[in-house]
């Protein structure tokens, strides 16, 4: 049934599925240089442990308060598997529910589509300023630059969201945007982009600049644009948990309400909610519940926005419902607990991941929605593979075999390429012994240029990217074999 899915919802998005030259033409991913920069940076990492083991101390706490915790990661699982194995029926049932309540449904292929949608729907409304909740689904799309070159002006609402907009960044936590920026930082943000040259690094001194500068976006905005944790199928009802309010502002005061949502945040019935409502703010923030949770279905006259407008995004989606070991990667409900247990994340950061999924997520969800091995490639492998990340996921998403899978793909896809030819032709070397001292002494003499204390630094052409991430020896001026041999006959 998950197989009949995909050609379905193809045929509800666009006629024809996306080129692979698309996919190629997506930012690349190297993880190496950016995670070796990552673990440069002292004060970097010093944010991130700080910040990530309150967040797991926490969690931990308000999860052993639950016994049936388990009982409820089984049912959420299974309640994701179920929507996903009829994806087909319960997006159609969304779409219904949704109309019914006088709201307008459209169909995304891809991001430029959502995009064009989105940019076409605010024009309509004669805005050019939105205000936004976060929203992980407009990140992966990068809908800000697209509004930006259509001159609409995007606000981000939420304070961590806002930070990372003011100083020209990207998200760097799933959750916690600006996870990677202490106070401090933040503090001599904000007195340059909010003009407050008065703000001590007091939280709420700062919350409160903050919140003076929104609240005057919030009462002029015409146009509002979210995302959705979850979507109920029987009802046509939108969820947005957040802990701060932005949300519940940009969901009632302006007239035009956009939500962007990934196909796989459906749940067939409004009782689902109840598990999942459990697991997110426990797994999330360590809260029992969230402080704001918002739910609406379409339109109501005198209360709330007067349209609605739900954009359904797919994005390689469907070619991922198609896979019978990474499927299970569309249960994902965005808490970030995977990510606050891993010992890779911890150290290097999100930016270093070249995504907006970082950490173990990211390295199973980016590669089968960009569709291209080559650019996600390296995320895989971004991975001590402990197992600590499937052991907090909610929705018991096996991670560890997924990047098992991951890497193995994008190992074969290497050996069609030039990585794989050149290890191919060193093996015919190697196995020959008369083969390999000829190129010993050859390697003396070409390693010359690119040698710097017994090390390769430097590659030419095409290994040039190869070699920044790899600390590789030179050719030692004399093996051991003939050093021995040497000696034997000076013997």
């Keep these: 049934m998950v197989r009949a899915c995909a050609p379905f919802i193809w045929r509800k998005f666009l006629p024809v599925p996306p080129s692979r030259a698309a996919a190629r033409d997506a930012a690349p991913v190297v993880f190496p240089q950016a995670a070796r920069a990552g673990l440069a940076n002292a004060q970097l990492r010093a944010n991130l442990n700080a910040a990530t083991t309150t967040i797991r101390e926490k969690r931990a706490q308000v999860v052993a308060e639950v016994g049936d915790w388990e009982e409820l990661r089984d049912a959420a699982a299974a309640i994701k598997d179920s929507a996903l194995h009829r994806l087909d029926t319960v997006l159609l049932e969304l779409e219904a529910t949704v109309t019914k309540a006088r709201g307008i449904v459209h169909w995304a292929r891809d991001a430029a589509e959502a995009n064009r949608i989105v940019v076409d729907l605010v ?35 939420d304070l961590a969201e806002l930070i990372v907009q003011l100083a020209g960044e990207r998200a760097s936590h799933l959750l916690v945007p600006a996870i990677h920026k202490n106070r ?95 697991l997110l703010p426990r797994s999330a923030t360590g809260e029992r519940m969230n402080p704001y949770t918002s739910l609406w279905a379409g339109v109501r006259a005198g209360d709330g926005p007067s349209a609605f407008h739900l954009v359904l995004l797919d994005n390689g989606r469907t070619r991922a419902l198609a896979d019978d070991v990474g499927r299970p990667a569309l249960r994902c409900i965005r808490c970030s607990a995977c990510v606050n247990v891993c010992p890779v994340y911890r150290r290097v950061g999100g930016h270093a991941y070249h995504t907006v999924y970082a950490g173990p997520i990211g390295a199973i969800l980016q590669p089968q929605l960009s569709g291209e091995s080559g650019q996600a490639g390296s ?20 991670i560890p075999r997924i990047l098992v899978r991951e890497r193995a793909r994008a190992v074969a896809a290497e050996r069609q390429g030039l990585e794989g030819a050149t290890l191919r032709r060193l093996g015919r070397i190697l196995s020959d012994r008369r083969r390999y001292e000829r190129a010993q002494r050859l390697t003396r003499v070409l390693q010359r240029p690119a040698l710097r204390d017994g090390h390769l630094r430097w590659f030419p052409g095409p290994l040039g990217g190869w070699g920044e991430s790899r600390d590789l020896p030179g050719v030692p001026a004399q093996t051991f074999r003939e050093w021995w041999e040497a000696r034997e006959r000076g013997a």
């Design 184 to 278: 401090t930082e933040i503090r001599d943000l904000l007195r340059v982009a909010l003009d407050r040259p008065d703000l001590t690094d007091e939280p709420t001194e700062l919350t409160a600049a903050a919140r003076l500068h929104l609240r005057a976006a919030f009462l002029r905005a015409r146009v509002a644009i979210s995302g959705a944790n979850f979507a109920v199928a029987e009802t046509g009802t939108i969820c947005v948990v957040e802990s701060e309010g932005n949300g519940r502002m940009c969901t009632t005061l302006p007239e035009t309400l956009i939500t962007v949502m990934g196909i796989e945040k459906v749940v067939p019935e409004w009782r689902d909610l109840g598990v999942f409502l459990q």
């Design 123 to 157: 024009r309509a409304t004669g805005a050019d300023e939105v205000v936004k909740v976060k929203s992980l689904a407009t990140d992966e799309i990068r809908l800000n630059e697209a509004l930006e070159a259509g001159g609409i002006r995007p606000i981000e609402t």
């Design 379 to 398: 995320l895989p492998f971004a991975s001590s593979l402990c197992g600590a990340c499937a052991d907090v996921c909610p929705v018991k998403i096996d």
